[in-house]
């Protein structure tokens, strides 16, 4: 169980082209939702936090209209990268957590398989 | 938000267990240790979390003294695929993950 899906596993686009991703809880209902990215060699850093039926809430230093991202159901959440550029070139990571087990690991976050996504 | 300090690497031999220790001297009452493992261009994955004392699955077995100011994850005889870099992360499980810089273990035969 708690398993988390990601669409596309990679993607190339050109420069100034948007992309969409998806993340998607197949086994339980996550009320909340958070992306994250990773540059090579480094950790992975958290861009947002996504709940289902309301606005996402952005770290510092993340762009809102650059990074658009929808919550619309309990078992999905989309991110945009709009207007993509090289430097947006990353692994794009989605995490969910499960609030629909017994016991305190209900509230754990399971992750994706990540998004390699390449801007020429 | 309590700050994690893992060793940024470690080496092991194959068949030998390994402990990685992470400190965390501003953890909060309310804070749960969790621990993930992730391998190269792949989604971090789940490997254990407790509160305090020990706890253990299949896999490994997570120690944490009284204090809760650090924990140790304890992985029993790793094999080459247990290669891998390993995070401790810290939190009230209601909140986001920060990430540290994590454990890099590289597994020799």
């Known amino acids: 169980g708690a398993v988390v899906s990601q669409h596309p596993s990679w993607v190339i686009c050109k420069s100034g082209t948007s992309v969409k991703i998806e993340c998607r809880s197949l086994?339980?209902?996550?009320?909340?939702m958070f992306w994250y990215r990773q540059f090579p060699k480094q950790s992975l850093m958290l861009m947002a936090t996504?709940?289902?039926?309301?606005?996402?809430?952005?770290e510092q230093g993340v762009e809102k209209d650059k990074f658009l991202i929808n919550h619309a159901s309990l078992t999905l959440s989309t991110l945009t990268v709009t207007s993509a550029h090289p430097e947006d070139s990353s692994f794009y990571i989605c995490?969910?957590?499960?609030?629909?087990?017994?016991?305190?690991?209900?509230?754990?976050?399971?992750f994706g398989p990540g998004t390699r996504l390449l801007v020429l | 938000l309590a700050k994690t300090t893992q060793p940024i690497s470690m080496d092991s031999y194959e068949g030998q267990e390994v402990n990685i220790t992470c400190s965390h001297n501003?953890?909060?009452?309310?804070?749960?240790i969790t621990w993930y493992q992730q391998f190269p261009s792949q989604g971090p994955r789940f490997i254990i979390q407790?509160?305090?004392t020990k706890v253990t699955n299949e896999v490994a077995s997570l120690f944490i003294p009284a204090d809760r100011k650090s924990s140790t994850l304890s992985l029993p005889r790793v094999s080459l695929s247990d290669t891998a870099v390993y995070y401790c992360?810290?939190?009230?499980?209601?909140?986001?993950?920060?990430f540290g810089t994590g454990t890099s273990l590289t597994v020799i035969p």
């Open positions: 995490s969910a957590r499960d609030r629909g087990r017994a016991g305190w690991l209900q509230e754990t976050q399971y």
């Open positions: 086994d339980f209902q996550a009320t909340t």
């Open positions: 996504s709940n289902e039926g309301s606005k996402a809430t952005y």
């Open positions: 501003n953890i909060a009452t309310n804070d749960y």
């Open positions: 407790g509160y305090k």
């Open positions: 992360l810290v939190g009230d499980l209601g909140n986001q993950f920060y």
